[in-house]
DNA sequence: GATCTGTTCGCGGGG
DNA sequence: CGAACAGATC
């Protein structure tokens, strides 16, 4: 195997004298007792039972520092095992900045996924795969299995495709090849689950492709039926590291054992009260079950907290309390005061956003009577990411910079996905579903008809739809425009594919070429659309993105893998991101705003998996509050827009599962009733009682609010207020204003009508966009 | 074969 | 309300 004379070529080596020097106590010095046994219990499986903000990455860093200098493994033969990408940045940053020498980089750090990914391109042909298969994403697994199941005549408007990746999804991350899918999941899509898994696995190795489930599964399999290869990776990765590991499916969990199985050198580090990932088939039992699976194990509780106020710490315990069979940790801290949890209601989403967005610059400016927060030590963390777009509304309106963290991704634009299809049919031909998504595209004349014709002969020959276009042609199958454009096609796939090889030519050309020779270019540049200049500016943003790769294969790994977009113009910024998204995180001041009953908890998770889902959900809450070090303000609205429909809500039952003393309730209890923030909101919420408690009217939130109340009186109802709102924002504006926007930039009015303003952009061309979002050119929000 | 228009359905979270 | 899709129309 020559992936592994690499690995051998390390064999010999000998640490450098530097990392011998370098002695323990740097790393060991600022560490507490629990954490200093957790780094210094280096061998036999070890777990580690951190809770929020005891920290655990601090002692894993420490943890692989030690490893190395007392000289048990090198840097290159540790395993550390994270769950999302932003967690495996994490440490290698973190890691880059320990006090410490590691003498090269610790390759075998990243997600389960990642370093699957790396496994399965050395091992393919065992999975009867090509080393250069693609992963797909989603949208590619959807469209697949649409094929699949128009293919046997199933209806897939009473059957949607999306149900079918689901269950296949669940099977695959129990670890279930087709074969071993249980009788009693025999039910599963409408009977048929099991038979098109089957189909959908073949098709598949057909594609040289694998999904996100694969990549995990094909390694598990393939450790299992070679014990030769597997015995290889046991004994080069002396130590394994793994991170959240209350997030493991079954699936990594075998992959895991099966690595860990000789020398079990197991370090797992978890909290169970932060287990959020049940709906894909994490099993919190995997943490419960340690000691039992690795006889012996020791096991190490991290419990003191060095991130939060005792308020915040007191709050979240009381939530998590609800929960039963925890494994049960006490988190203190010697920090002091601080700030009560801040509970605030509102009649809608909209004024919630407002709210925030007024709150967060007070905080900006220091005048809550505290140190003036950057905002970049804000977030707001949402259930749900449709949350997110009151908040970029209203921010974009106040012009508030924010980042969307794990939102709208920039790899999955339009034009990005077709310039990467047209990468992948290059990389690997036999990519079917790159070459279906750019065959048409830009425009050849090949319409439905001939795509079929393309479709059957390549199924005839039993060839890739590439090899298939040609034999069409040759055929004489297709004929006219359509047939010239399309062998023209062909052949330019396969002199790119031949280019890839070229030396003297860098990827970045390559990609240029591609992209300018296909026409793709040149369709945006004809394009007369507003978005046109855009999707352009992105193309040249994706060649400059190769940069950091060495070739187009790599890029397209990194891009399946991560998919997320750090481009970052470096100003503070508040961020917004899902629950989920935040683990890890922290930041001094934390928003968790739509705490109403079916949304967070969320209704379908309570249907779906019952008092089981509640508790997940209520783990979230946990994990949400516990972001927080200094201030955590908790919001929810009487009434939200659901499918452009007004629905109310009840405040969530989390709410009364706050110690009430130590949250501040900030709605003043006069409003109730007054149409301000209580319809809607059941009496029986506690919130009243709260609220009348004679201090409420001290605390400075009340006060706040007063100061409020008085520059715009809440008793009004709201629909005059939104008049008064719009027709301010409209008078203010006069046709052939030069305006600004926040998304399309520069432009001068054109146009107005009611509330909406025609301009003429001068980069996005011209829009009708809502007054609100305008700005006068010389009065920018900055 | 491309484009326009109307209809439907959905928004739980990530690799 | 918006995206995705299907069918109708050019």
């Known amino acids: ?44 499986p070890l777990l580690i039972l951190a809770g929020a903000g005891t920290g655990k990455t601090k002692a894993l860093m420490a943890r692989v520092a030690h490893l190395i200098t007392m000289q048990r493994a090198r840097h290159d033969q540790i395993l550390a095992v994270t769950f999302t990408n932003k967690a495996a940045r994490e440490m290698q940053q973190r890691l880059a900045r320990t006090p410490f020498e590691i003498n090269g980089p610790v390759r075998w750090m990243g997600t389960f996924h990642s370093i699957s990914a790396k496994l399965l391109r050395r091992h393919a042909e065992l999975a009867g795969l090509k080393s250069n298969f693609t992963i797909l994403d989603t949208d590619d697994q959807i469209r697949l299995l649409k094929q699949l199941i128009r293919a046997a005549n199933i209806d897939d408007k009473r059957w949607p495709a999306r149900q079918l990746a689901g269950i296949i999804d669940g099977w695959k991350n129990r670890a279930l090849t087709p074969s071993k899918v249980p009788a009693a999941d025999a039910g599963a899509y409408n009977q048929r689950g099991a038979e098109l898994y089957a189909q959908y696995q073949a098709r598949l190795r057909e594609l040289n492709a694998v999904d996100f489930g694969d990549l995990l599964l094909h390694v598990v399999t393939i450790f299992q039926a070679h014990p030769d290869v597997l015995e290889q990776y046991q004994r080069w990765f002396k130590y394994i590291l793994v991170d959240e590991y209350q997030d493991t499916n079954v699936a990594q969990y075998m992959w895991l054992r ?14 169970d009260d932060q287990s959020i990932y049940g709906w894909r088939g994490a099993e919190v039992g995997n943490i419960l079950r340690f000691e039992k699976d690795f006889p012996g194990a ?103 910079p924010y980042r969307v963290i794990g939102g709208p991704r920039f790899y999955e634009r339009l034009e990005i996905r077709d310039a990467m299809a047209y990468f992948r049919c290059v990389v690997s031909p036999d990519d079917d579903l ?180 509640l508790e997940e959900e209520r783990r979230l809450a946990y994990v949400g509050i516990t972001r927080a070090e200094e201030i955590c303000t908790i919001s929810f609205a009487a009434n939200r827009r659901v499918f452009g429909q007004w629905q109310s809500a009840l405040p969530s039952r989390f709410i009364d599962e706050l110690p009430e ?80 926007h926040q998304k399309f930039g520069y432009g001068s009015i054109i146009g107005i009508e009611g509330d909406k303003l025609e301009i003429a952009f001068e980069k996005a061309g011209t829009k009708k966009v809502v007054a609100s979002y305008i700005s006068a050119a010389d009065d920018i929000p900055f």
């Open 1 to 44: 195997m020559s992936s592994f004379d690499e690995m051998d070529a390390f064999e010999g080596a000998s640490l450098s004298a530097r990392a011998m020097a370098a002695r323990p106590s740097r790393y060991l010095n600022d560490l507490n007792p629990a954490q200093r046994e957790a780094v210094e219990t280096l061998d036999g």
């Open 258 to 271: 099966l690595l860990a199985a000789s020398h079990k050198n197991i370090c797992c580090v978890g909290d």
């Open 298 to 400: 020791h096991v190490v509780r991290l419990e003191q907290n060095y991130r939060s106020t005792p308020h915040i710490l007191a709050a979240a315990s009381g939530v998590i309390d609800g929960n039963k069979g925890r494994l049960g940790k006490t988190l203190w801290t010697e920090a002091q005061d601080g700030e009560k949890v801040r509970l605030i209601g509102h009649w809608d989403g909209e004024e919630e956003a407002r709210w925030i967005g007024e709150e967060i610059e007070a905080m900006q400016k220091g005048t809550r009577g505290m140190r003036s927060v950057s905002l970049d030590e804000m977030a707001i963390l949402v259930r749900a990411s449709h949350q997110m777009r009151a908040f970029e509304d209203r921010f974009l309106t106040i012009g508030l």
């Open 434 to 613: 790159a070459f279906e998504r750019i065959v048409n595209t830009p425009k050849r004349g090949l319409g439905d008809k001939a795509q079929q014709t393309i479709q059957a002969t390549a199924r005839a020959n039993g060839v890739s739809l590439i090899d298939g276009a040609a034999l069409a042609i040759e055929q004489g199958l297709l004929k006219g425009k359509g047939a010239k454009e399309l062998g023209k096609l062909v052949v330019d796939l396969a002199r790119w594919g031949r280019m890839a090889g070229d030396d003297d030519l860098t990827h970045m050309e390559l990609a240029e070429i591609i992209l300018d020779e296909s026409g793709y270019t040149g369709m945006w540049q004809n394009d007369k659309t507003p978005e046109a200049p855009g999707r352009l500016e992105n193309l040249k943003e994706l060649v400059k993105a190769l940069e950091n790769f060495d070739n187009l294969q790599g890029f397209l790994e990194h891009v399946s893998l991560i998919m997320d977009n750090e481009t970052d113009d470096g100003g503070a910024k508040v961020s917004i991101m899902t629950l989920h998204a935040a683990k890890g995180l922290e930041f001094p001041a934390v928003f968790l705003p739509g705490w109403e009953d079916g949304l967070f908890p969320s209704q379908r998770s309570m249907d779906e998996s019952g008092v089981k889902g």
């Open 661 to 740: 003393e130590h949250v501040d309730v900030l709605t003043p209890p006069g409003l109730y009733g007054g149409g301000y923030g209580a319809a809607g909101m059941g009496g029986s919420s506690g919130i009243e009682q709260r609220a009348a408690d004679a201090n409420v009217y001290n605390s400075p939130g009340w006060r706040r609010l007063q100061e409020r109340s008085a520059q715009r009186p809440v008793s009004q109802p709201r629909e005059t207020r939104n008049t008064v709102i719009d027709l301010q924002a409209v008078s203010s504006f006069e046709t052939g204003e030069r305006v600004f």
